[in-house]
């Protein structure tokens, strides 16, 4: 078993993880990043640092994670902080992960899906946030 972090993206519920999850907040002010890639929402101070925010539904190549959205899991990759836009967190549990099985995911999704889980007779899609990120941020986007 698994520790897994259950959250709503882009209208689906998805698994994170938990080792991926520095921690979950609530967004302030978010400035914009000019010529940064479309899926980088912008910047944001967050506990004395700054994150760069992802706009998850652009970064999968669906349609953009609304503006209200403020809810975010904090990530670190190659040392610089994430904040990953969701619609919501709903709980963290642990799982059996499950293999693919053969399961085509398209878009974005095929970058960050990674596994499923069974969650109450249901799948879930594991996503991996790195997998996610990965072609996002570019240097001038990555937050210190």
């Known amino acids: 078993m698994e520790l897994f972090l259950i959250a709503q993206v882009a209208g689906r519920v998805v698994a994170v993880p938990a080792g991926q999850v520095e921690s979950v907040v609530d967004l302030g002010e978010c400035v914009p990043v000019p010529g940064a890639e479309r899926a980088v929402r912008g910047l944001a101070a967050l506990r004395s640092r700054v994150v760069t925010v992802i706009d998850t539904g652009v970064a999968l190549g669906l349609d953009p994670t609304p503006d209200s959205a403020r809810r975010a899991i904090i990530t670190r990759l190659d040392g610089h902080h994430y904040a990953v ?12 992960r499950l293999p693919l099985a053969g399961l085509r995911l398209r878009r974005g999704w095929s970058a960050a899906g990674t596994a499923l889980i069974e969650r109450d007779g249901e799948p879930v899609l594991v996503i991996d946030l790195p997998g996610l990120l990965s072609g996002v941020a570019n240097e001038p986007a990555r937050a210190a």
């Open 85 to 96: 836009l969701v619609d919501a967190l709903e709980d963290v549990a642990p799982f059996a």
